[in-house]
């Protein structure tokens, strides 16, 4: 798979993966759907969902997570949080660019250009937060999301992304 077609890839997930209304609720409802596949799969993963103010809505960390996923999540956040996309798909942009974070003025210890957040969208409202994982590789936690989400959601048309690097 090229990295065109691996752009496509993230942005049709993103297109799929959109919400008609998220509130606490929901965040928790969908929160209880990352602790079933960190128990279920056994996978020592840290998993977060903020608004896009940065309020914390849930958060849980598996057995054999460890602090440093605590980092990861913040600088994931801070990423979807300011690019409004998801992670994976701004280190594509960054990949295709040929540009580092650092190149464009972001500081490396607060953002990252790797798999792992999420954007949540309404679809009347737009962007209103963001899920992170974090505890396995980049491609991974990107899959983590993406199935937890589309189960959730009750999407199974989305198309997986390789968690091998291509």
Known sequence: MDLQEQ???????EALLQFD??????AWELGKVFVQEALGKEIPIAICIKTLSGKTLFHYTA????????????????TVQHFETSTLGYS?????RGATLSERGLDPTKFVACGGGFPIV???A???????????TDLED???????????LGVESVPNYPTKAP
């Open 142 to 152: 990107h899959d983590v999301l993406v199935r937890c989400i589309s189960k959730y």
């Open 21 to 26: 209304h998220f509130s606490n609720q929901d």
């Open 126 to 136: 737009g962007l209103v937060g963001a899920v992170m994982v974090s505890g396995l």
């Open 122 to 124: 309404v679809r009347s």
């Open 92 to 96: 594509l942009f960054l990949k295709q």
């Open 7 to 13: 752009i496509a890839l993230v942005e049709s997930q």
């Open 63 to 78: 057995e054999g997570s460890n602090r440093g996923s605590q980092d990861w999540i913040e600088r994931k956040f801070n």
